[in-house]
């Protein structure tokens, strides 16, 4: 690609200013592959420039976690040490910012039994969690990014015929998705972030009571709870400071009430979960609750994930995206949940954001799971939209309210 180096300084630079708002005495925690050193190094060097105390690198490997999944002792897979605790407990005690960059291969534990799978992910949950609480309680700054991977760009390019053409092709759709041409990428945020405010302060006016879903193979309410909050890209995390959680961005979201969910719900797009692809996932909800849930690739790490614990039954997130979105009418399938859920409408199982409550990062958990937000140690979303979806808005006195027509805005 043209200019290669120009446009990976300026998405640095962008992540560190717009993503986690990097300033003074802040530490960052940076996650990202070891192929993506570059990115890493210049990501190090803005953060320190804007004032940064430390910054502190967790370097990843798909073929090391591959290798590491299939053959490590069983027990020892899904047991998580004191130290591995204490260390995350020192980030979140710092209020450290952090910075995820994705850019794994979707098929990265592909042959993996599926058994195995779920305890490296049982790991994973129980390893993060009080880091991932405090992130989707903005109690610090976070942010997810992407990064062109090779087997990833193949994943997604196939049809081009060299592994170089694929990666270019796959850097243009991530700098393209945020905003990364444009003269000043910081600024074309900012004005992104404000037509995206508009959409969630009229929806935090009407404060619907349910949410009714249609279309080809879909037709579910979804509950919401009293004081929901709807939300867009930009954060505010305890201290105040803006940050961007995702980039890119297209949704609007809010937490439902886990305690209602009734009727049926089709993907419309590939899951990438846990190193495998889920593929025509299909959900039968009942009094809030899964009851049964398909796959025609994937079914059993499907049911694994949803089995992980009571609260990976239950939602934690409605999201509303225009099917005329930019990521939407690129045509391009991802095979990552950070691109694809922002070309759908999509819900996700698992836990739900205390921020999406009035004052609910204000709350202990008992007084969340009273007015019906999800607890869980999983958040996974999954796409359901399309330009055949309608969604209306159900108030308390059964008024209903068209939001979406045909996947756009009603």
């Not at 009851?291 to 994930?305: F, I, M, S, W």
Request: aromatic letters at 8%; a negative charge.
């Amino acid at each position: 690609m043209e200019n290669f180096n120009h446009y990976l300084d300026k998405y640095a630079e962008l992540i560190v200013k717009t993503g986690v708002n990097v300033s003074g005495n802040h530490s960052v925690i940076l996650e990202i592959s070891v192929t993506q050193a570059p990115l890493a190094r210049l990501i190090t060097k803005k953060a320190y420039a804007m004032g940064a105390k430390e910054v502190i690198v967790r370097w990843n490997d798909d073929e090391i976690l591959k290798e590491t999944v299939a053959h490590k002792e069983a027990v020892a897979l899904e047991t998580v040490t004191d130290y591995q605790l204490a260390e995350v407990q020192d980030w979140v005690d710092k209020k450290a910012s952090r910075i995820s960059v994705v850019s794994a291969n979707p098929d990265a534990l592909s042959g993996v039994p599926s058994e195995r799978v779920g305890l490296y992910q049982k790991f994973d949950r129980k390893l993060l969690f009080n880091l991932r609480q405090a992130g989707q309680s903005n109690k610090i700054s976070w942010t997810v990014v992407a990064a062109g991977g090779v087997e990833w760009a193949k994943k997604v390019f196939p049809e081009l015929a060299t592994e170089e053409e694929q990666v270019d092709a796959l850097w243009d759709a991530i700098f393209k998705a945020t905003k990364v041409y444009a003269d000043s990428p910081v600024q074309a945020w900012q004005e992104h972030e404000a037509l995206l405010r508009e959409k969630a302060d009229m929806l935090n006016k009407e404060q619907f009571t349910k949410l009714h879903y249609t279309a080809p193979g879909t037709d579910l309410t979804v509950g919401l709870p009293k004081n929901h909050v709807w939300d867009s890209a930009r954060s505010i995390n305890a201290s105040g400071e803006e940050f961007m959680a995702n980039m890119p961005t297209e949704e609007v979201f809010t937490a439902p009430d886990c305690r209602v969910a009734d009727g049926y719900v089709t993907s419309t797009k590939p899951l990438s979960y846990g190193g495998t692809t889920l593929i025509d996932m299909v959900f039968h909800f009942a009094n809030g609750e899964i009851v049964k849930a398909t796959a025609k690739e994937g079914e059993d790490v499907l049911n694994h994930l949803i089995n992980m614990d009571p609260g990976s039954k239950r939602l934690g997130e409605v999201a509303l995206v225009p099917d005329p979105s930019p990521i939407s009418q690129s045509g391009i399938t991802f095979y990552n949940t950070l691109f694809d859920e922002n070309a759908s409408n999509h819900l996700a199982i698992g836990n739900g954001y205390a921020f999406n409550i009035k004052d609910g990062v204000e709350m202990d958990e008992k007084q969340l799971e009273e007015i019906g937000l999800n607890r869980s140690q999983n958040h996974v979303d999954f796409m359901i939209g399309s330009d055949k979806m309608n969604v209306d808005g159900i108030k308390e006195d059964g008024t209903i309210i068209p939001i979406f027509r045909n996947g756009n805005w009603a």
